[in-house]
């Protein structure tokens, strides 16, 4: 009795949800970089620049993610959804920020850079935010919030709306 929502999706589905991810990974971390960058510029401290510098490729990947790699953003969702991943993307974002100041702090040569600091905490973080999206936000654990939430629906609870669409993961 194979359930078609809760099939895992094929291995060339997979790999090209990954390489999306990891094409939209790339553009938060131009983000990331620029806005480290214009903050350093700005004569900011670098650990506020890297704060800064987080929250907006955060929100970048996010609406990017839901839209086109994941295909579950909606208006309705909205909120929902950006609590969800923002919350899944906090413990990334954790570990890519103490990288990043435990490596800049250091103030060696090559790895006390801000930038090479920058690169290896996103890497971490890459790692992270890509298995809780896949798996938590938008897969299959986010699919079974969102069948109880509709049960509850139906049962005339009042419930807030599940984080995502049913299908959304399997385009």
């Given at each position: 009795?194979?359930?078609?929502?809760?099939?895992?999706p094929s291995p060339p589905k997979r790999?090209?949800?990954?390489?999306?991810?990891?094409?939209v990974a790339l553009i938060g971390f131009?983000?990331?970089?620029?806005?480290?960058?214009?903050?350093?510029?700005?004569?900011?401290?670098?650990?506020?620049?890297?704060?800064?510098?987080?929250?907006?490729?955060?929100?970048?990947?996010?609406?990017?993610?839901?839209?086109?790699?994941?295909?579950?953003?909606?208006?309705?969702?909205?909120?929902?959804?950006?609590?969800?991943?923002?919350?899944?993307?906090?413990?990334?974002?954790?570990?890519?920020?103490?990288?990043?100041?435990?490596?800049?702090?250091?103030?060696?040569?090559?790895?006390?850079?801000?930038?090479?600091?920058?690169?290896?905490?996103?890497?971490?973080?890459?790692?992270?935010?890509?298995?809780?999206?896949?798996?938590?936000?938008?897969?299959?654990?986010?699919?079974?919030?969102?069948?109880?939430?509709?049960?509850?629906?139906?049962?005339?609870?009042?419930?807030?709306?599940?984080?995502?669409?049913?299908?959304?993961?399997?385009?």
């Amino acid at each position: 009795m194979d359930d078609p929502e809760i099939l895992i999706p094929s291995p060339p589905k997979r790999r090209r949800l990954l390489v999306r991810f990891s094409g939209v990974a790339l553009i938060g971390f131009a983000v990331s970089a620029l806005v480290l960058h214009l903050g350093l510029e700005a004569g900011l401290r670098p650990w506020i620049s890297r704060l800064i510098a987080l929250l907006c490729a955060m929100n970048v990947t996010f609406l990017i993610n839901g839209r086109f790699v994941f295909k579950a953003l909606t208006r309705r969702t909205f909120m929902a959804q950006w609590l969800a991943y923002a919350a899944n993307s906090a413990f990334g974002n954790f570990c890519n920020y103490w990288i990043f100041v435990t490596l800049e702090s250091t103030h060696r040569p090559f790895i006390g850079d801000p930038y090479v600091a920058l690169f290896a905490g996103s890497i971490a973080a890459w790692a992270i935010n890509f298995t809780g999206a896949r798996f938590l936000v938008f897969g299959g654990a986010a699919r079974k919030v969102v069948g109880r939430v509709a049960l509850l629906n139906r049962r005339g609870l009042p419930v807030a709306p599940g984080p995502v669409e049913p299908e959304s993961s399997h385009r």
